[in-house]
T-cell receptor, first 113, second 122 residues
Framework: GIQVEQSPPDLILQEGANSTLRCNFS?????LQWFHQNPWGQLINLFY???GTKQNGRLSATTVATERYSLLYISSSQTTDSGVYFC???????????????FGQGTILTVHP | DGGITQSPKYLFRKEGQNVTLSCEQN?????MYWYRQDPGQGLRLIYY???????QKGDIAEGYSVSREKKESFPLTVTSAQKNPTAFYLC?????????????????????FGQGTRLTVV
């Protein structure tokens, strides 16, 4: 099946710093999402971004589907950005992709005041 | 409000008991998923269902069972055969949409998650 690798596994920042999280995937995809898992375990949707670039406030994401990677940018980080960031993909199985949504292992982000 | 509701939020199971976790959605989504998360780990797929009365095993289906009798509901039963059931369980759903340029093929689109159920064996 499709493999999803996220890097770095851990990231520690001072408040105000910028960061880039990366998600590599091993096959073509119909669907790519970025999630933030808060301390209570809930997965918060950040971006649905199979291709192209999107921005939402201090966060932006870019997916280059042809090169099989996606980047999540966090600018001017805040302590509330701490948590785990997951990338998840749905493989493109010949145009009709009724398949598994596969997650990477996540990036643990800690932002210190 | 539209959304995905998982219940209960916390569940305690005795050794040898079966327990059922509830997942209900009123988003009219076609596909539903169950994931398991262990402390400090990522999400692993247990079962998924694309339509009513049909479901497929994920990567770690052993010791679990599901049903999909209604579009809105996808309950997960953790059986006594699951030797290490203590974990955080998350349910998700996704709508379908036509894939542009494929002549009519469909794909699942954006997934949304419930708040999870923490299961502990006592």
């Amino acid at each position: 099946g499709i493999q999803v690798e996220q890097s770095p596994p851990d990231l520690i920042l001072q408040e105000g710093a910028n960061s880039t999280l990366r998600c590599n995937f091993s096959d073509s995809v119909n669907n790519l999402q970025w999630f933030h898992q808060n301390p209570w375990g809930q997965l918060i949707n950040l971006f649905y971004i199979p291709s192209g670039t999107k921005q939402n406030g201090r966060l932006s994401a870019t997916t280059v589907a042809t090169e099989r990677y996606s980047l999540l940018y966090i600018s001017s980080s805040q302590t509330t950005d701490s948590g785990v960031y997951f990338c998840a993909v749905l493989a493109n199985a010949g145009g009709t992709s009724y398949g598994k949504l596969t997650f990477g292992q996540g990036t643990i982000l800690t932002v210190h005041p | 409000d539209g959304g995905i509701t998982q219940s209960p939020k916390y569940l305690f199971r005795k050794e040898g008991q079966n327990v059922t976790l509830s997942c209900e959605q009123n988003l009219n989504h076609d596909a539903m998923y169950w994931y398991r998360q262990d402390p400090g780990q990522g999400l692993r797929l247990i079962y998924y269902s694309q339509i009513v009365n049909d479901f497929q095993k994920g990567d770690i289906a052993e010791g679990y069972s599901v049903s999909r009798e209604k579009k809105e509901s996808f309950p997960l039963t953790v059986t006594s055969a699951q030797k290490n059931p203590t974990a955080f369980y998350l349910c998700a759903s996704t709508p379908k949409a036509k894939v542009v340029g494929t002549g009519g093929a469909y794909s699942n689109t954006e997934a949304f998650f419930g708040q999870g159920t923490r299961l502990t064996v006592v």
